[in-house]
């Protein structure tokens, strides 16, 4: 059994938590992460406010969904996720703690 919560930053008090006991049927779950996050940051819709998370949960689908309810989003990434183009996967002809800055619309991927 998992539990995932919504905390506040300032606090770490939980403000809404959802228990997870498993898949449901015989088929894998999918998207298990982004239905998380938009089931308990319901309550925060067009409030402007800011989702972090880990690499669970992030992805490119995320941010633009969080984005349509007036909410933004930071975290980290796995690096095999298919949206990371090329040129931001590690490279030793990069320097070490060097950036890659890419932009489109109201995305920024670092």
Known sequence: MKIFWITDCETFYPL???????KEG???EKNLGQKVVMELSAP??????????????????LAVALRANGLTLVGTLRKNKPFIPNEFLPSRQRHVHSAVFG???DITLV
């Open 103 to 105: 932009f489109q619309k």
């Open 16 to 22: 809404k938590g959802k228990a997870y006991l498993g």
């Open 26 to 28: 015989k088929q894998p």
């Open 44 to 61: 925060y819709k067009y409030t402007n406010r800011n989702i972090t998370n880990d690499n669970f949960f992030t992805s490119l689908q």
